[in-house]
């Protein structure tokens, strides 16, 4: 960790997020509450882009009156396995928390839970909500729809967006396995960072404004797209990740009905937020194991296969085969152990705000030397 | 079309390959049905390594006894959306059509069926399956591990087959969303035509038998493997098709208890049909729309959504965007009308076997001169 870092304990950074968003913008306490625990998983699973970095992006949103923080999420439709719900502009993460409580409960009921969710808005890391199932020796799926900012395979235009998924299994003395990824070749963050430090990218990733396949790190903030998973041609498989991208956006916007990418303007949404709310759509599922066969088989030969890809035979220069999930787990004992490290500029915003709506904030005292 | 074809009218073909089945092998004259439909679905889409290419490999198969001709397929577990199937080792085709028809009818019942099975064998192409649900307006989901061929990210070992998986979503005036993909960068047979044309592959494709990245079309046949989607490194997001392989073998292998990957001898089956019977594992998946949104406004969006993409501005040097299985649509047109096009050496395969089971094969007369 450099000196441009600070360590600080999860559990202080907890209760600032919760206070934050309970006393500071006057959330219900268990809203606030789930605010805290999806942006903490985020960091403590070093997935900083979608950490507590995000409260200013959040806090932007919120100050304008974008988001509804009092929300009255309803269930629209229902029938034995499925549901959709209306998120009713509430922050992602309280929509989804509550969503994805009653896809398990469903689970729970006949086998299987299947829910969309609309208007709703951004949600955090798509892991969290697959992971839920987790707890109930269940397998979950997260999946959401997001801002356009990616070409389809020999496009070029923002058509989609990075459009994660998630899929988390439960294993019985291995780690679950918990994939988490978009479905563009790399996240916008990884295009910024190459940026800062004058680095040009790899082909593969972006397009310029024109359509051109370009390694210039700043073509996506002038006006060009990500490239999908596989790169922008065929040749490579890029319209499977095309592919996927339209899947999520399916299974969350058009069953939902918040969907992305029938309306050009839809991509002005994010360029400019104040046009109006994002109205983004989310998919969940969860499934109980025993629904299929015995629990401890199938977490046994779940066992046998995460340990079989550890144990294969690395390539050339490197140490080891990892699996979905594997390298999360490892950091998130480290960083509940050590603590998270954050940016002096997150820092300095944590600051603000905490100084803004009168919250503690003694443990970031160390960066205001 | 080049003179190594001959056009075969499509009907021809499929009392060609039922004749074969019901007369040639003594299958049941509705399984031979459906080993027909489902091999003729995968030419008329132009997927022609899974066509009636085919009947070749699965005949050293049966001729070797490695496939139970008049499985008794049982349902071990069930719930009310969920169930696994034992195929009795069965031909893939017959298995997972029993098995796509359960799915549904939990699908009409509660909302949701899913399905895995187990003790299975090659299924052909995953989308005959998923699309069986786009007739009942209802979503679809179908995938299948198959024998290890790939690498995991930084690994060298065959642990994972091209895995596919395929999810089919209706629309209104447009056609269907039907999305068919190997969790490889590319499939094997594209490595072959790269061979027989003495062309170098890529890199991101294949890996030599020592682990390092190669662009010679050779390198799996001598003992390397394929290359995940999205390439070798975690760079362009390799571990994201990793990651999909690893979900599927997880859905179809670790739920039915068919899973690739526990025992490297898994491994040899492929090498070395003879060893024993395939076990292959599938998934299958239905929901109703019903289930989330009215299904006009949901077949709304998908028309809105699948029109968006493919009315947006193509990169330079291309014409057109697609979208999943928009082109298999327009190959499907095509050949009904005119025929499909057979490489003469299928052609003389397809007359060895019509002389030695004694089934009429007037059609392929032409390539007889």
């Given at each position: 960790m450099s000196s441009s870092h600070l360590l600080v304990n999860s559990e202080d950074l907890r209760r600032y997020v919760e206070d934050l968003y309970y006393i500071g913008y006057g959330f219900k306490k268990e809203h606030a509450e789930i605010v805290a625990d999806v942006l903490l998983a985020a960091d403590l699973r070093g997935v900083d882009s979608h950490g507590v970095q995000r409260l200013v992006w959040y806090d932007d949103y919120i100050e304008k009156g974008l988001f509804n923080t009092n929300p009255n999420i309803k269930i629209t439709t229902e029938t034995l396995s499925t549901a959709n719900i209306d998120g009713d502009n509430g922050l992602g993460m309280v929509v989804s928390k509550f969503a994805m409580e009653l896809?398990?409960?469903?689970?729970?009921?006949?086998?299987?839970?299947?829910?969309?969710?609309?208007?709703?808005?951004?949600?955090?890391?798509?892991?969290y909500y697959s992971m839920m199932a987790l707890k109930e020796d269940m397998i979950g799926i997260s999946m959401t729809n997001v801002m356009p900012i990616a070409a389809p395979t020999h496009g070029r235009e923002r058509m989609l967006g990075t459009n994660p998924l998630s899929f988390a299994i439960p294993a019985k003395t291995e780690e679950p396995f918990v994939l988490d990824m978009a479905t563009t070749a790399v996240a916008a963050g990884k295009l910024e960072v190459a940026a800062r430090e004058e680095r040009e990218v790899p082909k593969g990733v972006v397009l310029d404004k024109d359509g051109n396949v370009?390694?210039?790190?700043?073509?996506?903030?002038?006006?060009?797209?990500?490239?999908?998973?596989?790169?922008?041609?065929?040749?490579?498989?890029?319209?499977?990740?095309?592919?996927?991208?339209?899947?999520?956006?399916?299974?969350?916007?058009?069953?939902?009905?918040?969907?992305?990418?029938?309306?050009?303007?839809?991509?002005q949404i994010f360029e400019?937020?104040?046009?109006?709310?994002?109205?983004?759509g989310h998919f969940f599922g969860a499934f109980q194991i025993e629904g299929f066969r015995k629990k401890d088989e199938v977490l046994d030969s779940m066992d046998g296969m995460l340990r079989s890809l550890k144990d294969s035979k690395p390539a050339p220069g490197y140490e080891k085969v990892y699996v979905a999930g594997e390298k999360?787990?490892?950091?998130?004992?480290?960083?509940?152990?050590?603590?998270?490290?954050?940016h002096i500029s997150t820092v300095k915003e944590l600051i603000n705000f905490a100084q803004k709506y009168k919250i503690n904030h003694d443990f970031l005292a160390l960066a205001e030397d």
């Amino acid at each position: 960790m450099s000196s441009s870092h600070l360590l600080v304990n999860s559990e202080d950074l907890r209760r600032y997020v919760e206070d934050l968003y309970y006393i500071g913008y006057g959330f219900k306490k268990e809203h606030a509450e789930i605010v805290a625990d999806v942006l903490l998983a985020a960091d403590l699973r070093g997935v900083d882009s979608h950490g507590v970095q995000r409260l200013v992006w959040y806090d932007d949103y919120i100050e304008k009156g974008l988001f509804n923080t009092n929300p009255n999420i309803k269930i629209t439709t229902e029938t034995l396995s499925t549901a959709n719900i209306d998120g009713d502009n509430g922050l992602g993460m309280v929509v989804s928390k509550f969503a994805m409580e009653l896809t398990i409960k469903k689970a729970k009921e006949c086998g299987t839970g299947l829910v969309s969710v609309g208007n709703s808005n951004h949600y955090g890391i798509a892991a969290y909500y697959s992971m839920m199932a987790l707890k109930e020796d269940m397998i979950g799926i997260s999946m959401t729809n997001v801002m356009p900012i990616a070409a389809p395979t020999h496009g070029r235009e923002r058509m989609l967006g990075t459009n994660p998924l998630s899929f988390a299994i439960p294993a019985k003395t291995e780690e679950p396995f918990v994939l988490d990824m978009a479905t563009t070749a790399v996240a916008a963050g990884k295009l910024e960072v190459a940026a800062r430090e004058e680095r040009e990218v790899p082909k593969g990733v972006v397009l310029d404004k024109d359509g051109n396949v370009s390694t210039n790190p700043n073509s996506l903030k002038e006006g060009g797209a990500l490239v999908m998973l596989g790169g922008e041609s065929y040749e490579l498989g890029g319209h499977k990740g095309y592919g996927l991208a339209t899947l999520v956006n399916a299974l969350s916007g058009a069953l939902s009905g918040s969907i992305f990418g029938i309306n050009p303007s839809d991509a002005q949404i994010f360029e400019n937020p104040a046009v109006k709310p994002m109205n983004i759509g989310h998919f969940f599922g969860a499934f109980q194991i025993e629904g299929f066969r015995k629990k401890d088989e199938v977490l046994d030969s779940m066992d046998g296969m995460l340990r079989s890809l550890k144990d294969s035979k690395p390539a050339p220069g490197y140490e080891k085969v990892y699996v979905a999930g594997e390298k999360e787990f490892e950091v998130e004992k480290e960083r509940l152990k050590n603590g998270i490290p954050l940016h002096i500029s997150t820092v300095k915003e944590l600051i603000n705000f905490a100084q803004k709506y009168k919250i503690n904030h003694d443990f970031l005292a160390l960066a205001e030397d």
